[in-house]
């Protein structure tokens, strides 16, 4: 695999053609595996490169494509095969890497349904083969499809009958019945259907996943008979009627059924007897006889599991918890310190070139003075409180198969003269004190947009993909202009052309430039003069503030003038805009401050009030959700009783109401448990609806 540049180190321009790069080659290695059942890179390339996708994305969250690989569940269906769409989505699952991971899954989900005692959880094998779901009418199997993208799978139905662990005719079962699991083979059927592939002259299979796969996705149905494929039940999807009220029981009756289910699958109450479970599994591996990559976790109780959904892809109740990732030693030779955009300090470890499971790794995170002294954001000690400094021997692992951490130091190789890393307390970049707040892990630069480190990167992230994204100013550029004094604030970016120093005879006549692209580049600047809000906000760079609250907060304010005027008028901790500004959901104390903060810092509110006079901002509309609720301002008082205020809030705002913390007379509907005081008194004298709980719940149910 050739070496890429750690994530870190990736500037935004990088990082979005990256993940062009990224796209494209999976679409690419997507339908060689599936279309020829030939895969031009392996298994583990694969993971590689859709785990650094995924750490790409989530670095620059903004630079997600629509096309985003993370967002499909698993690749289009290839030509060849009818499709089948799936009458309930096909879902994938999210990982969790170390102990701690797992403990935060279940600390998560305690908060979400306020659960102070423990919750059961099942435990089972994560197989690695090929997903698949069985549809069954009155107890015959309609069809059989694979996962495809997690919409639209292809019809197998032929094939999986060929699978002797699936049955053709359930009897007693639910009139529909849809049963998910695994399709796999067996180590030693793959060896032995290697064997044959060679003595026939054909290729051998890689892995037993791709033999799985290439024999169930076989247009002659008799070739997959000749091929010795397994299945596990370990899901379902649509039913008439309910298997039992546990997981582990729902698929304790899919084993009357007929089904295989994996003898390892238990369920526990304590958690940490769920992680011994983990580790038996481990240790097991080598002898089960087939391939596993991790062990997978389900809240046991199903009503828990209604209440606690899905993300895009994924269930709430459940993680698959990976085995843990090759590990090498190399010895750490420098850490240089990088300024980001708002000034944070981030110290990166140079180390020489080392492989780790498959790819050269020479850089590694190490995020902040702590982290360095072994410790982590809570002040709790990792890699045994062990510090690292310049010249030791480090381990090096890829986290979650793609990011380079260290996790741990050899005392014993230390040299005498290795000295404690001191953090510096001035910036590299403009030589500005670097300040660490109380309760932050993090130093910053307090030079502002007067370090130039600061002040480049803020015009990169201006520019980049999700902000204004102006074609052929890249990071590159940005960088050249600015060195050439050229630019210094977002507004000369609209002035380069009609500025005698800058304009189309200048640019044309530097280096990389000529007449063609120096008037491209005018005419993508002038495209950008028309932008939406949210894209404004999100651009301007301001510190907490994403690309998420700059949509919340354009479908809020609506119009540049009245989110102007507001962030103009606000104080700090009072007032009305301030607590208009916090009331929105997902809009926290934090984010508020540093933006109104900004609004008032006269500097920065003139290099924005110039910016804006280029601009022609399109104004933002409210989330339109066909729901009886959409558009409303729903406020939750009192005591809720079957629900989390959290989980409340959450299903309130995904059928497209605005949840506020306070009654006024723009609130449509108040939900009103016991003990609902002053809030209610209002309500009821401005003449606001009000439910209870159970009204509000039936108000919704079917949604
Ligand atoms: S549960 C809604 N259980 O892993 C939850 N998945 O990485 C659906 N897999 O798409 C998945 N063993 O193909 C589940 N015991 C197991 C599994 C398992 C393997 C696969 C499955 C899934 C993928 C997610």
């Given amino acids: 695999m050739t070496q890429r540049n750690a994530i870190s180190d990736l500037s935004e321009v990088e990082a979005s053609l990256e993940l062009e790069r990224l796209a494209i080659e999976l679409s690419k290695a997507n339908s060689a595996y599936h279309t020829h059942d030939a895969p031009e890179i392996s298994d583990s390339e694969y993971d590689a490169l859709k785990k650094r996708n995924l750490a790409i994305e989530a670095k620059y969250p903004h630079l997600k494509r629509k096309d985003s690989p993370s967002e499909q569940v698993g690749s289009a269906p290839a030509a060849g095969f009818s499709k089948i769409t799936h009458a309930q989505r096909m879902m994938s699952l999210s990982n969790a890497f170390d102990d701690n991971d797992v403990r935060d899954f279940d600390k998560s989900i305690r908060k979400y349904l306020n659960a102070e005692e423990s919750l059961e959880y099942t435990a089972e094998p994560k197989i690695d083969g090929l997903s698949l779901s069985l549809r069954y009418e009155n107890g015959h199997l309609i069809h059989a499809a694979t996962r495809g993208d997690g919409e639209i799978g292809e019809n197998v139905t032929e094939n999986a009958k060929t699978i002797s662990d699936i049955p053709h005719h359930l009897q007693n079962a639910p009139e529909v019945l849809e049963v998910r699991g695994e399709v796999y083979m067996s180590h030693a059927d793959f060896a032995a259907l290697n064997e044959r592939q060679l003595e026939n002259g054909l290729k051998a299979f890689s892995n037993p996943r791709n033999a799985a796969a290439g024999s169930l996705r076989q247009l002659d149905a008799s070739i997959t008979r000749a091929r010795p494929l397994k299945f596990f039940a370990y899901a379902w999807g ?364 006269e500097y920065e509110f003139e290099a924005i009030q110039r910016l804006v006079a280029h601009l022609t901002i399109e104004d933002a509309q409210h989330l339109k959700i066909d729901s009886p609720v959409a558009g409303k301002t729903v406020v939750f008082t009192g005591t809720l009783e079957k629900v989390t205020r959290a989980e409340a809030k959450v299903r309130a705002e995904s059928l497209g109401a605005k949840v506020s913390g306070s009654v006024s007379k723009k609130t449509d509907l108040l939900v009103a448990g016991p003990g609902a005081g002053s809030k209610m008194k209002k309500a009821t004298e401005l003449g606001i609806e009000i439910l209870d709980e159970d009204g509000w719940l039936a108000l919704i149910k079917d949604l």
């Fill in 238 to 601: 649509v039913l008439s009627a309910p298997l039992a009220q546990t997981q582990m029981k729902s698929i304790e009756s899919l084993n009357h059924l007929g089904f295989s289910i994996n003898p390892l699958t238990k369920s526990f109450d304590e958690l940490e007897a769920l992680l011994e479970h983990y580790r038996y599994i481990e240790s097991q591996r080598a002898t089960l006889g087939y391939d596993i990559d991790g062990v997978v976790y389900k809240v046991n109780d199903l009503s828990l599991q209604h209440r606690l959904g899905f993300r895009s892809t994924t269930p709430r109740w459940a993680i698959a918890h990976k085995f843990s990732a090759e590990k090498a030693w190399t010895r750490l030779e420098g850490i240089d310190i990088q300024v980001g955009r708002t000034g944070a300090l981030s110290p990166v470890a140079r180390l020489r070139p080392v492989t780790v499971g498959g790819v050269v790794v020479s850089n590694a995170t190490l995020h902040n003075e702590d982290y360095i002294k072994g410790l982590d954001s809570k002040g709790e000690t990792i890699r045994a409180g062990k510090d690292i400094r310049v010249g030791d021997w480090v381990e090096v692992y890829r986290a979650g198969d793609v990011i380079p951490k260290i996790s741990d130091v050899d005392l014993t190789k230390r040299s005498e003269q290795a000295l404690e890393y001191v953090f510096p307390d001035a910036c590299p970049e403009c030589g500005s004190l670097a300040v660490r707040e109380k309760g932050d892990a993090v130093h910053r630069c307090v030079g502002g947009v007067a370090c130039p480190a600061q002040a480049v990167e803020r015009l990169k992230h201006f520019v980049s993909r999700g902000a204004f994204d102006i074609e052929g100013l890249g990071a590159k550029q940005v960088e050249q202009f600015w060195k050439d004094g050229w630019i210094s604030q977002p507004a000369d970016i609209f002035d380069l052309k009609n500025n005698y120093r800058t304009g189309l005879q200048q640019l044309k006549n530097k280096e990389g430039w000529g007449e063609k692209s120096a008037d491209k580049l005018f005419d993508a600047i002038d495209r950008k003069r028309d932008i939406t809000l949210a894209k404004l906000i999100f651009a301007l760079g301001i510190r907490h503030v994403g690309e998420n609250s700059a949509q919340l907060l354009a479908m809020n304010y609506l119009s540049w003038s009245k989110f102007e005027s507001a962030m103009r008028n606000a104080h700090i901790g009072e007032g009305r805009q301030w607590e208009e500004l916090c009331a929105i959901d997902g809009i926290g104390q934090v984010l508020a401050g540093s933006l109104v903060a900004s609004f008032q810092s």
